[in-house]
Each structure stands twice: as C-alpha cells, then as structure tokens.
C-alpha cells in the first residue's frame, strides 16, 4: 500500500514537476537492475563460492574439534587431580575435582589412559604412554643404573634373614626351572615374572623356553624360523596343552524295548564323556565313561591312577603341508587290567578250549585347531580304528569306524591342580 500510494503521489508530483519525475524514474530503474542481477547471480552455481563455503565450513570443523581437544585435556587434568587427592585421603575435594571433570566431559572416565602419571614434571622419565618395543633390556638397564650393578631384586623393608636377592641368577634361574617343573607349567612361570623386574628377566631367560620347546617337539624344533625367540615358538606355534584334560560329551537317544501290554515304548537319553590327558613325555591317558567331570577329572591327575577301563598309551604331533596339526594317538589297556581280566575269566571257561590271545589298540586321529579366548583348546575326529593283533598267528586285524555325529569334538578344561605340586625340575 506504501508502494502505491507512493506511485500516486509520484504521479500527481510528475504533472507539476517533471525533473523530478525523471529523476526518481532513473533510480528505481538502477535499483532494479541491481536487483535482478543479485537474484540471477544466486540462482546460477558458483565454483568459487561453493570453494569458500567449503573452506568455511572446514575451518569451522577445525575449530570445533580444537576446542574438544581443550575441553578434553582440561577434564583429564581435573580427573587426574581428583585421583590424585583421593589417594592422599581427601575424599571432599576429590569429589569436587571429579564433578567439575564430568561437567566439562561427562565420560572422561573412559578415556583417560590410567598408565600415565599425573605428574606432569617428569620430563627426564622415558615416556611409558607409548609401548616399550625392548621391555626385557629396558629392565637390564634399570637394575643396572640402580646399583652400577646387575643386581636382580632388592628387599622392600630392613631384615635380619637372607634375601632372595642374594642368590646368583644361576640359582634363582634353576628355582625357576623348579616352578616350570617336568609338567611344563609355563603359565606359573609368567605369573612369577610379575613379581619384580629381576624376576621379569629370569622368566625370559631363552634357555627355560628352549628346553620347553625341546619337551613338546623334540628334534623338529633345532631352528627358531620363524619365530624370534623361543618363548614365542612356545607360545604360538600349535602343541596340545598339559595343564588339564580335553573332554567330549556324546549324548543321543536310544529307543527302549516296548511294553508287555503294546501301549508305550520308552526312550532312553544316553550321555557320556571321552577323555584325553596329555604329558610332556609323550604319554597319553583315553577314558570312557558316563561319570561326570567332576568326579572323573581329580582321578586324572596322575598317570598311575587306578580308574578302571581306563587306557594309555602314546601320541605325537604332525604338521603337514596343510599347516594343519594333527595329533596320533595310540592307546590299550594296561597289561595288568588284561592279567586281571583273565584270571576271572579263566575260571568259568576252563573246560573250553583257550582263545588265542589276542592285543587290542586304538588309533586315533585328531586335528588341532583353537576357538574362542584358548589357543588350542579344540580336537577333532579325523580317524578312529581298532588294531587286534593274534600273538599265535602274528596276524592283525584293523576296524575302521566311521565317524559319525557320535564323535563330537573336544574341548580343553583347565585344572589347577595338574599342576600345583612339582616332581621333578624342566
């Protein structure tokens, strides 16, 4: 309406002034020109203009993520703080530092690495954020600046009896032989290397894992390629484990006899387990029974157990050119439980003529492969045979049996007590 009434007083001015009128006339047409200029530049795309909102917008990123970066370290250093009056038993101004840290971040709990020292002033300390690449002779070189000599550990407090830091590392390392033991219970071995730094470097001594190495592969294991150490060859490269039992749990259902009237069958859920006991030695311990683990596993914690059935024998790993490793196994009653088990025969078949004595053995066939958290904690079934050699003939017999969903895999269980007692040193 302003604009109209504008045009008509604009008009009613033109009858009694011309110059003026072509004077206003002139500047609305450069306004409107200006005008549709602007409004044609936006509707076309401009390059340039595109390449500066960009650059705008990244700047505009940049300094956003600065300013996180500075909230973040902020925080941390409140969060830090916090920890480091809770230490010292100000639990009030803790609370005040941890609340001024969440406020600022609200989970700066999680991503402070707690590693580092809050101790800002330790510039001349080798920085520990980042992975030491040589942990072993960084330690050498601390027990060494310590004392100007190798010396492997120090007592923390003031006593009046020999310390263990006395012995000569020849000594503590034959110790050490002790807690790996015949058994090779290498994991005790990296639970004492915790203790303390000497402790650490005795752990790592090469000559305890290449002794380990030379129990499980014997003469295949001359040459460290391509492993770096020994520890390493043990560590990763595929063995059966000695520290507990692999066991198999076989269950199906079998169809019962029907009853005397004909009007239900039953059916029975049959379970049972198959176990397998490795040693270092090369011996190897099979068991078949319905019993539960529970009551089955302790009666395996030696290899002169008494449990009846039970059969032993050997095994060895095989590694093809695959890069599958397999393990044989051979196993047979013992010579004591067949003398036994003919004597109580004999009496009720004396009369008979005598069968000719035969030998039974199982073969068996297993691959190794690792599942879930456990390295190599899973065998299966690739054969299964029984060997029945006639003594009078020299003849033998082989049975292969198929393997079907009645061989299920096993799985590797951890028993502490395998190893809590040692015999005899590595």
Partial sequence: LLQAESIINSRGIVEDHDEDNEVSDSNLQVELNVFRAQWMSELKPNSGSNGGNRGLSSRAADLRRKQELAR???AR????????????????????YYRRAMQIVPDIEFKINYSRSPDPDGGNEKDMDGEIEDLLAYFHQQLILQDNSLKICVPEVEMTQMHISALPP??????????????LDLRALEQL?????????????PEIWRLA???????????????NSWREMFLERPRVRFDGVYISKTAYIRQGEESLDGFYRAWHQVEYYRYLRFFPDGQ???????EDPLVTVPRL????????SIMCGHYRLSQDTDNQTKVFV????????KVAEYQRNSRFCRRNPAAPETEHSFHVGLQLSSGGRQSFNKLNWIHHSCHINYRSTGETVVTAFDLDQMYASFFFARVKSYTAFSERPL
């Fill in 72 to 74: 973040e370290e902020k």
């Fill in 77 to 96: 250093e409140l969060f830090l703080k916090a920890v480091e009056e809770e230490e010292n038993g100000a639990v009030y101004e803790a609370i005040k």
């Fill in 170 to 183: 020849e000594v503590l390392i034959y110790i050490f032989r002790w807690v790996v033991s015949s058994d």
């Fill in 193 to 205: 290397s915790l203790v303390c730094r000497g402790f650490y470097i005795c752990a790592r001594d």
């Fill in 213 to 227: 190495c030379l129990r499980v592969w014997g003469r295949s294991c001359t040459k460290l390629v391509p492993f």
């Fill in 284 to 290: 190897v311990m099979m068991l078949t029974t319905p």
């Fill in 301 to 308: 914690r030696s290899r002169n157990t008494r449990v009846e």
């Fill in 330 to 337: 051979v196993v047979s009653k013992r010579k004591e439980e």
